[in-house]
């Protein structure tokens, strides 16, 4: 039996009740707002120490290791580890350090945090084994849902089931690139997408031009458009899927937010065409899949160079935007589209370029296809704090690395 202790005795140094647990304990009410967990957990804090009780109490030192040295989140993460740390009962004075990670720590803590967001998910009807990939741009028009519905298309040829989700619930385009018309049916109080065999594969699309007729499709913006792409992945029956690709409205906006959140291991492609403003993409990307901490896999340039029927290339819209824009966020430049009037022709006859055999295109597209279904495990991690792309990127700018040409 031990004796009783007395709570007011004091103990080598420490107060009852501040040691480098409760410390730790607090810290874990810090949050880093830009990876949604908090510092203990994403392996932020690199060292806690309780130091000797003085007549105030203890003094308490926190070491935290930032992702970024200029971090803007820094002055933030400072405070609040004061806040929690100093309102320990019987701590006198919080020292806090901060250093910066290595690129290992650094990669360390963004896996960290995209488990800790793909525990806080919400259940989808998407499969677990589905590798999701939303394409995305900066800008409207340089190609997004023609580049998503052929790579859809080339990668449902390999044999394998493609879902194709229509994120464009204002500017849906897919079902004319597809050809595709009808009401989606329900079933089970789900949605069930419009199929179409494509070789041995299958291509299973859903898009807001499916359901039905006008007076639905306004009743559905006004009422439930914030819901919209959160209904289109958990009201659906997706059934099995390899691929769920995702084609993204222009712009940066809920529709992104609300998809990272939802699906936080979505994998992010970038289109751009070759004279775009790489540093407004590349920043407007970087700022998108930073927030949600998703995962940049490549970049896809369209409308590359023109080569007429003599076989002479003209670079119509410039050149080399993509591959500067690749190198700038530190991603591969996965393929390169080139500008072609079939695309244009077989978007309206919704036949997509990627099954015209003997076109120019299909081979362009089956590459693509390859790159992206071989292409290891994501390569890049973003990292974190997107100030670090847009640092790049502005370097980049300021080194007259990059044209500057209107974005519109
Ligand atoms: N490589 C290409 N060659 C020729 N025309 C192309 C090419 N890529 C796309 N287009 C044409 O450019 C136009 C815009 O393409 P698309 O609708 O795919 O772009 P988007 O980025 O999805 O646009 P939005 O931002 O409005 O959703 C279409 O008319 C399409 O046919
Ligand atoms: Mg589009």
């Not at 299958?202 to 807001?208: H, K, P």
Request: proline share 6%; net charge negative.
């Amino acid at each position: 039996m031990t004796a009783p202790q007395d709570p007011d005795a004091p103990e080598a140094g420490v107060r009852p009740g501040v040691d480098e647990d409760a410390v730790r304990a607090a810290l874990r009410r810090v949050v880093d707002p830009e990876l949604g967990a908090d510092i203990v957990d994403l392996g932020m804090v690199t060292g806690v120490r309780v130091g000797e009780a003085g007549p105030d109490g203890v003094p308490v030192a926190v070491e935290v290791a930032l992702t970024v040295a200029g971090c803007p989140l820094r002055a933030q993460i400072r405070r609040d580890v004061e806040t929690h740390v100093g309102s320990l009962p019987g701590v006198a004075q919080v020292t806090v350090t901060t250093g910066v990670m290595d690129a290992n720590q650094r990669r360390a803590v963004m896996d960290r945090a995209r488990r800790a967001a793909a525990r806080a998910a919400p259940a989808t009807a998407v499969p677990d084994r589905a590798r999701v990939i939303a394409v995305a741009s900066g800008k409207g028009g340089v190609g997004k849902s023609s580049v998503t519905v052929n790579l859809a298309v080339a990668l449902a040829d390999r044999g394998l089931t493609v879902g194709l989700l229509d994120a464009d619930i204002w500017g849906f385009s897919v079902p004319r690139l597809l050809g595709m018309q009808g009401g989606v049916e329900a079933r089970d109080k789900k949605m069930v997408p419009l199929e179409r065999s494509v070789g041995t594969g299958l291509l299973r699309v859903l898009s807001m031009g499916f359901l039905s007729d006008e007076d639905h499709a306004i009743m559905w913006r006004g009422l439930v458009l914030n819901r919209a792409v959160q209904q289109f992945l958990e009201d659906v029956h997706w059934g099995d899927l390899d691929y769920l690709l995702i084609d993204m409205p222009p712009g940066t906006g809920d529709i992104q937010m609300g998809l990272a959140r939802m699906l936080p291991r979505t994998e992010v492609l970038v289109v751009t065409t070759p004279q775009l403003a790489a540093q407004k993409v590349a920043a407007r990307a970087a700022d998108m899949a930073g927030k949600g901490h998703l995962r940049l896999i490549g970049v896809v340039e369209n409308m590359s160079d023109f080569t007429c029927e003599h076989g002479t290339s003209y670079s119509l819209f410039g050149s080399g935007g993509g591959r500067r824009l690749a190198r700038e966020v530190g991603v591969p430049l996965l393929g390169q589209v080139p500008l072609h009037p079939s695309m244009a022709v077989a978007g309206d006859a919704g036949a997509p370029v990627a099954l015209d055999d003997g076109g120019p295109l299909a081979p362009v597209f089956a590459a693509l296809a390859e790159e992206v279904a071989t292409s290891a495990a994501p390569v890049v991690a973003l990292d974190g704090c997107s100030a670090r792309l847009l640092d790049r990127v502005a370097a980049a700018v300021a080194a007259g690395d990059v044209p500057v040409t209107p974005a519109g």
